[in-house]
């Protein structure tokens, strides 16, 4: 899973960023000054594994990762090139999902940063930019498909048809994701990897002295006007959570608690990715195994694609799976406990994987 920041210059993406990766990427009070984006992995912190760790008595816990782009500010213009625009939307191009950053506080000394903060406003400008690649985009693969087309090629003809649809959507500003498709459309988005077809987390900035509580009821009416469009909004004090990730975790969570905050950027953010991506987690591991694990798995999918994340062996060779609970495995202290209690069962290949699930795949050589 692969998630990227986007936003205006100077708007807290990097400050983002270091917060997320306890990372110490350069942040500066002015625009362009990035000519590379930044790039980190960010274990998902789980206190289920945790949990679970213990109780199998594993040398090791391995916490699912997600790969976090720093994508340097898009402003004006990024479509044609712009502040090194065109880079920076291949980048886009890359990932699963995007965490789109907007300024929600006032800083005298951050170019950009001491005027009246307007979400909606800093939102559409970026999404225009976005918007406007992918029509380039769109507009010289119909070049292509428009020859094929006349030469009487059904396949060409149908995707045509779909193309012209979809220019005429981006030429009225609508995102790519807005854009209703039909099922056998699905492999020509894929192909085309439109950023504005990205699930988006909006992110706001704010103050280090604001509660992110606040900040939602502050600005109820982008929140509002973002989830009825089917994106999702956190709030976070970036800078504030860039200083607390260089401090040890005990630490920080005193200062975290001396402040009222109940969650750190890592914890908000991530969790609020997962959701927008629909993925869950599942664990493996068992008594005093190797290690215990939690992985990611898109939501829908079935125990011989979890199965996969494993290895592709063990995905051909499927046989059945062992699955529990991972909160019946916690209160029973073992398989053999879950077992006695009905509460590990045998499952096939289509099972339907739920979160928390703790599953021990049988499976052929």
Request: glycine share 8%.
């Amino acid at each position: 899973m692969r998630l990227g920041i986007v936003g205006l210059p100077n708007v807290g993406k990097t400050t983002l960023f270091n917060a997320l990766t306890h990372g110490h990427a350069a942040a500066t009070a002015y625009a362009y000054t990035s000519a590379e984006s930044n790039r980190g992995v960010v274990s998902v912190p789980d206190d289920r594994l945790d949990r679970l760790d213990e109780v199998l008595q594993t040398p090791k816990k391995v916490y699912a990762t997600i790969d976090v782009v720093d994508i340097p500010g898009l402003a004006e213009g990024a479509s044609q090139g712009e502040g090194l625009g065109a880079r920076f939307v291949a980048d886009i191009r890359g990932v699963d999902a995007v965490a789109h950053v907007v300024r929600c506080y006032r800083h005298p000394e951050i170019a950009g940063a001491d005027g009246p903060v307007d979400p909606r406003a800093d939102v559409e400008l970026v999404e225009t930019e976005l918007v406007l690649s992918d029509l380039e985009l769109v507009e010289r693969r119909m070049e292509k498909t428009v020859k094929a087309a006349r030469s009487g090629d059904k396949a060409a003809q149908r995707e045509l048809a779909t193309l012209e649809g979809l220019t005429a959507a981006l030429r009225d500003g609508a995102r790519a994701r807005d854009v209703a498709r039909e099922r056998e459309d699905e492999a020509l988005y894929r192909e085309l990897a439109l950023v504005s077809d990205r699930p988006v987390l909006f992110v706001l900035n704010i103050d280090d002295e604001a509660t992110p509580g606040e900040a939602m009821e502050e600005h109820a009416a982008f929140v509002a006007w973002a989830r009825e469009r089917g994106d999702d909004v956190v709030a976070v004090a970036a800078r504030l959570e860039a200083e607390l990730a260089d401090l040890d975790a005990d630490e920080a969570a005193a200062f975290r608690a001396e402040l009222g905050v109940a969650a750190g950027a890592v914890e908000v953010v991530l969790r609020a990715a997962y959701d927008v991506l629909g993925y869950l987690t599942f664990f493996t591991g068992d008594f005093k195994s190797s290690e215990s694990r939690a992985w990611q798995l898109p939501q829908g999918s079935t125990a011989r694609q979890a199965a996969g994340r494993i290895h592709s062996d063990i995905e051909r060779g499927f046989v059945r799976a062992q699955v529990v609970q991972i909160d019946d495995l916690l209160a029973c202290g073992s398989f053999a406990a879950a077992r006695e209690k009905a509460l590990l069962r045998t499952e096939g290949k289509d099972y339907i994987v739920r979160d928390g699930d703790v599953i021990h795949f049988m499976h052929t050589a």
